[in-house]
């Protein structure tokens, strides 16, 4: 393709602009959590929808994802758009903004499908914040035949590569026996107990980890009443190592933490995973080229800094790049000192610098699938990959 190709992109996303910040700032004002996001899926498929993409809805069965696709090229390219939002501060995260780049990018290329062989789908994918929704996508056959794909995350500041930490997502319930704490303390099993054992030797524990893991959780039912010994604790924890690998030797460690608050108090325990455990990152590197200098011609700096931590959260992205070619790049919003998972964050996702890091995103996005389609090396080693999706 030539250099009109790019201004006519450029051009197409400035045709979009107040579409695609419309949806982000719409998104923002309606936060939806993990598989609940039925307004927010909606709302995003109706944009593509009303563009001329033909739109899946419940994709590969799930109440909150679609699939819209435009083109019948050889070359299939995927972006990714993720809108749930976080229980008690709303889109802390910014996956607004993440629907807005997606879309954006996917409305500028749409036109130009069949001058470059391809097929352009967008996957809606739910439950990226602990629900593992890519997964289920990917494990039910939602991802065969792509052969690459690419979403952009917001964060403080701009950085290149994703280096997220593997995860696993348990929900523990610890069971014992009421009574009244005063007049009848010998008959009650006392499940706070438990769960207080096992967070003191989870305490102690992390002495001994590498300094690439974290274990970190809240209780989200502690009891009743002061004068009743709890009968039921429940609480979500998460374990995240470098690698899945490592990750499941850690895992044992913790399980017996937890076990030791049961067998100390004499509860019932129950672990039960929220979701598939979220993998590493594998970055295409020719990719992930391509987008630092579409990025950069915008006039976005990456930083390396200590402000760039936000690459290392986990990502359900993580286990689509282990079977296809992939990238995972952050954009920031300039919200420093607040950082994702904040109150603050959440308002710096839709401010003129989120604005701004969603149109700059669409751009740098839609160009670097034009560079994949239209550079032939990159086209020709993409539809060589194995696909594993």
Not at 293 to 309: I, K, P, Q
Request: aromatic share 6%; glycine share 10%.
């Amino acid at each position: 393709m030539t250099a009109s190709t790019d201004d006519a992109i450029r051009s197409g996303v400035d045709r979009v602009r107040d579409r695609i910040l419309a949806l982000s700032h719409d998104l923002h004002a309606h936060p939806e959590i993990a598989w609940e996001e039925v307004r927010s899926c909606a709302r995003v498929a109706g944009e593509l929808s009303d563009a001329g993409f033909a739109v899946e809805e419940r994709f590969t069965g799930l109440e909150t994802a679609f699939l819209a696709t435009c083109g019948t090229g050889p070359l299939h390219l995927a972006v990714c758009a993720e809108y749930d939002a976080l229980p008690g501060m709303g889109h802390a995260c910014g996956h607004n903004v993440i629907s807005a780049i997606s879309t954006g990018a996917a409305l500028a290329l749409s036109p130009w499908v069949d001058d470059l062989g391809i097929t352009l789908s967008v996957f809606g994918t739910p439950a990226e914040e602990g629900g593992g929704g890519k997964i289920e996508i990917l494990d039910r056959g939602g991802f065969a035949g792509v052969h690459a794909a690419a979403m952009v995350h917001p964060g403080p500041v701009d950085v290149a590569r994703a280096e997220p930490y593997a995860v696993s997502h348990s929900h523990i319930q610890y069971d014992g026996k009421s009574a009244h704490a005063a007049a009848y303390p010998d008959r009650g099993i006392n499940a706070a107990d438990a769960f207080t054992i096992a967070q003191v030797a989870i305490g102690l524990l992390r002495q001994q980890f590498p300094n690439d893991v974290r274990v970190h959780g809240v209780m989200t039912n502690g009891g009743e009443a002061p004068n009743a010994i709890p009968q039921r604790t429940e609480g979500r924890w998460y374990v995240r190592a470098g690698t899945l690998a490592q990750l499941g030797e850690l895992e044992d460690r913790v399980t017996r933490c937890f076990e030791a608050g049961a067998h100390a108090t004499g509860c019932e325990l129950t672990i039960t995973p929220e979701s598939k455990p979220y993998a590493e990152f594998r970055t295409d590197e020719a990719l992930l080229e391509r987008y630092v200098r579409r990025a950069g011609e915008l006039g976005r700096r990456f930083s390396a800094g200590s402000d760039s931590l936000m690459n290392r959260a986990s990502t359900d992205m993580g286990n689509v790049s282990q079977r296809i070619s992939a990238i995972h790049p952050y954009i920031g919003i300039d919200s420093l000192p607040a950082v994702n998972h904040q109150p603050e964050f959440a308002a710096a996702a839709a401010s003129p610098a989120a604005d701004r890091a969603a149109v700059d995103g669409a751009l740098a996005l839609a160009l670097t699938l034009l560079d994949a389609a239209s550079d032939s090396g990159t086209r020709q080693r993409l539809l060589d990959a194995e696909s594993t999706a």
